[in-house]
């Protein structure tokens, strides 16, 4: 079938992006389902910092790739083997799918799928193939989803369905934001009655760990980052207090569980400081390959902390985003108040600009139903 997708054609031109154009909006043939595969209509996607980071060059991928990991759509077709799902079901997609055989998956999320891994560093699907196409020419799947277009097929693995009450925009950011986020605060953080829980780096991961502490209801909340407008925006959802790092570090600010959302060696750096001795710090973003970070490690043996790595939140996503939808249902979990614009496809060129500046949340695709 003909799809319209937003391809990456290629990585590392010069900003502004909305000027370079290095995404296009192209017509792809898609392949339909095979085994244990389904057929999704889009309706909404997040742009996210990932999305961005293969853009800018900061995370090689192979191109041509359609981009968008974090959607949201409808069932249309299921592939031969898939039994549990029904078309028309809400699905929302997760970017890491879980084979559940591996010893990886045997971690309960610790560990992201071998090869689930595997196939999101080569561009296919977790079977190992390519249904997008392009003038006999494959191109690349991102993360197993490629959600900026009208329609994706997708590993059976790769989406959990939700109920036609949860709206297609809140859906598609439960699967990375939420699921990221949210994860690392419930699944590797782990705070206790009444601890305070230190957010370092207010985007969309950041500010969706700073709603699922807001949501546990135990103890404070302090969100940290250097742009005043995402800090007013983290007390209007909840937070304790806030702070710019300089403030961090001037006024000595610690916290039992600091969850590093930013991506950036020195968001790190901020992160571990201001771990009370006993605490743990959690690093959830995706800094470049090749930065590094300055920490002491006389801090870690003294002060017996704890730094825990957590990709995709340590999530297991069948098992996590049903957790996240019934604390949106019960109006604990406000994630549309993370949505800071709903965009067409045609604008993300100029999304990835919004992105790079600083100036966004989470910008959302919509699609309209045809």
């Not at 591996?102 to 390519?130: F, M, Q, V, Y």
């Not at 419930?186 to 502490?213: F, K, Y």
């Not at 790092?245 to 959302?261: D, R, S, W």
Request: net charge negative; glycine share 12%; aromatic share 2%.
């Amino acid at each position: 079938m003909k799809v319209h997708g937003a391809v990456l054609e290629a990585s590392g031109r010069p900003r502004p992006y909305a000027e370079s154009t290095p995404i296009s909006i192209a017509e792809l043939e898609l392949d339909p389902p095979g085994y244990d595969e389904v057929l999704v209509r889009i309706e909404a996607a997040g742009v996210c910092h990932s999305d961005l980071s293969v853009v800018d060059g900061n995370r090689p991928r192979p191109i041509p790739m359609l981009l968008g990991h974090e959607a949201a759509g409808r069932i249309e077709q299921l592939g031969e083997g898939v039994s549990d799902l029904t078309v028309g079901q809400r699905v929302v997609m997760a970017f890491l799918p879980r084979c559940a055989d591996c010893a990886e998956c045997r971690t309960e999320g610790k560990l992201p799928c071998a090869p689930g891994s595997a196939a999101n560093n080569a561009g296919t699907l977790l079977g190992g193939d390519i249904r997008l196409h392009r003038g006999g020419g494959d191109i690349k799947h991102h993360l197993g989803v490629s959600g900026f277009a009208t329609h994706a097929v997708v590993d059976r693995h790769s989406v959990v369905p939700v109920g036609d009450d949860v709206p297609p925009e809140i859906a598609a950011v439960l699967g990375c934001a939420v699921l990221t986020g949210g994860g690392a605060v419930v699944n590797a953080g782990r705070p206790g009655p009444g601890q305070t829980v230190m957010v370092v780096g207010l985007g969309g991961v950041g500010m969706a760990a700073l709603i699922t502490a807001v949501s546990l209801g135990e103890g404070e909340v302090i969100g940290v980052d250097s742009n005043p407008d995402k800090l007013t925006q983290a007390a209007e959802l909840g937070a304790s207090a806030t702070f710019t790092p300089q403030e961090v570090a001037e006024l000595n600010i610690k916290a039992p569980i600091v969850i590093e959302a930013a991506g950036h060696p020195r968001a790190f750096e901020t992160a571990v400081d201001a771990t009370a001795p006993g605490g743990t710090t959690v690093t959830v973003g995706l800094p470049a390959p090749d930065a590094r970070s300055s920490i002491s490690p006389l801090g870690l043996v003294a002060g017996a902390r704890t730094i825990i790595g957590s990709y995709l939140g340590s999530a297991v996503p069948a098992r996590d985003i049903p957790l996240f939808v019934q604390l949106w249902r019960e109006g604990k979990l406000p994630v549309e108040k993370l949505i800071s614009s709903r965009i067409a496809l045609s604008d993300i060129n100029a999304a990835m600009d919004q992105l790079a500046d600083g100036n966004a949340i989470r910008q959302v695709i919509v699609f309209e139903e045809k």
